[in-house]
């Protein structure tokens, strides 16, 4: 048990359509990130938001975007879904600065 | 672009044999991670060791960390088949958000 929880396990959208999945980071975790993973391989960073504001982001387009609550709890929001974005999407939170990082089970993301 | 590199990709021993599985990265680090991730699942936090660190231990895992090579090792002892998963390496850089960069992993099967 990490005591990061994210919601929906899985899901399926059409392409162009619009999703959020949404996370709860692990109890005084103040940083949480969220990363795509394609199959086979390795997680890819999306974004990071500490205290409510983005701090960090990888290589993804603006249609990639996020949230974090007062509470820490975070959500991820995809536009325009594209058939490349199928993956599993992990959420993970931590304290900042050289912590450990723990992750949820992730969210399912099938686009058809 | 991936900062870390696993060899092998794949590694396929028996019960009772112990694995070892490398990692290699790029640019000067905070700290290094390593996660076993079952299928479909979630990744699960083993060590992190940070690098002013040489080796760390913990149950049947032990970590080693050479800065000076740009490298680490997790030796798994005494294997067994609940082991079967995908580990991978993850690097937090010494600037900059606190995001994990990831390898490709290395696909580990025990055989009973």
């Known amino acids: 048990e990490t005591g990061v929880t994210q919601s929906p396990t899985h899901l399926i959208k059409t392409r162009g359509q619009q999703v959020t999945l949404r996370c709860s980071s692990q109890?005084?975790?103040?940083?949480v990130s969220w990363y795509q993973q394609a199959l086979g391989q390795g997680p890819q960073f999306i974004f990071q938001y500490y205290r409510e504001e983005e701090n960090g982001r990888g290589n993804f387009p603006p249609r990639f975007s996020g949230l974090q609550f007062p509470n820490y709890s975070s959500e991820l929001n995809v536009n325009a879904l594209e058939l490349d974005d199928s993956a599993l999407y992990l959420c993970?939170?931590?304290?900042?600065?050289?912590?450990?990082?723990?992750f949820g089970e992730g969210s399912w993301l099938t686009v058809v | 672009s991936q900062q870390g590199e696993e060899d092998p990709q794949a590694l396929s021993i028996q019960e009772g044999e112990n694995a070892t599985m490398n990692c290699s990265y790029k640019t000067s680090i905070n700290n290094l991670q390593w996660y076993r991730q079952n299928s479909g699942r979630g990744l699960v936090h083993l060590i992190l060791?940070?690098?002013?660190?040489r080796e760390k231990h913990s149950g049947r895992l032990r970590v080693t960390l050479d800065t000076s090579k740009k490298s680490s090792s997790l030796l798994i002892t005494a294997s067994r088949a609940a082991d079967t998963a995908s580990y991978f390496c993850?690097?937090?850089?010494?600037?900059?958000?606190?995001?994990?960069?990831f390898g490709q992993g290395t696909r580990l099967t025990i055989n009973p």
């Open positions: 993970a939170s931590s304290f900042p600065a050289g912590n450990t990082i723990y």
């Open positions: 109890s005084g975790h103040n940083t």
């Open positions: 993850a690097t937090v850089l010494l600037q900059g958000a606190q995001k994990l960069v």
């Open positions: 060791i940070r690098s002013n660190e």
